[in-house]
């Protein structure tokens, strides 16, 4: 049986991902042409304070950079843990030992 490492695996899987979302992509893109080529002109309306609204790519790209930092955040928490829990580990060095002591 061959191993796989772990980045392997997630190389993989983000292939998979990455794949599928291009394939939502195109299928969307062909819906809307088809959807274009079949329904009448409808005259545009104003709706009251839609210009206040966001754009839908500033929407996303607010969401993304929140989640980014949210997970940075979670990021140095983990570690944080990891760090403060080292002493209790089997095998810890005396380094690791003293960590919390500071």
């Not at 061959?2 to 394939?23: A, C, K, M, P, W």
């Not at 206040?52 to 843990?81: C, H, I, M, N």
């Not at 760090?83 to 002591?101: C, H, I, N, R």
């Given at each position: 049986?061959?191993?796989y490492s772990?980045q392997?695996?997630?190389?993989?899987?983000?292939?998979?991902i990455?794949t599928?979302q291009e394939t939502v992509?195109d299928?969307?893109k062909?819906?809307?042409?088809?959807?274009?080529s079949v329904t009448p002109?409808?005259?545009?309306?104003?709706?009251p304070?839609?210009?206040?609204l966001?754009?839908?790519?500033?929407?996303?790209?607010?969401?993304?950079?929140f989640?980014e930092?949210?997970?940075s955040?979670?990021r140095q928490?983990?570690?944080?843990?990891?760090?403060?829990?080292?002493?209790l580990?089997?095998?810890?060095s005396?380094e690791?030992?003293?960590?919390?002591a500071e």
């Amino acid at each position: 049986m061959t191993g796989y490492s772990t980045q392997d695996l997630q190389d993989e899987f983000l292939n998979v991902i990455r794949t599928s979302q291009e394939t939502v992509i195109d299928a969307v893109k062909t819906l809307v042409d088809t959807v274009k080529s079949v329904t009448p002109k409808v005259p545009s309306i104003h709706v009251p304070l839609a210009e206040k609204l966001p754009a839908p790519q500033d929407v996303v790209t607010g969401a993304y950079d929140f989640a980014e930092k949210l997970l940075s955040s979670q990021r140095q928490f983990a570690e944080g843990l990891v760090k403060a829990t080292a002493p209790l580990m089997a095998g810890a060095s005396k380094e690791e030992q003293g960590a919390t002591a500071e």
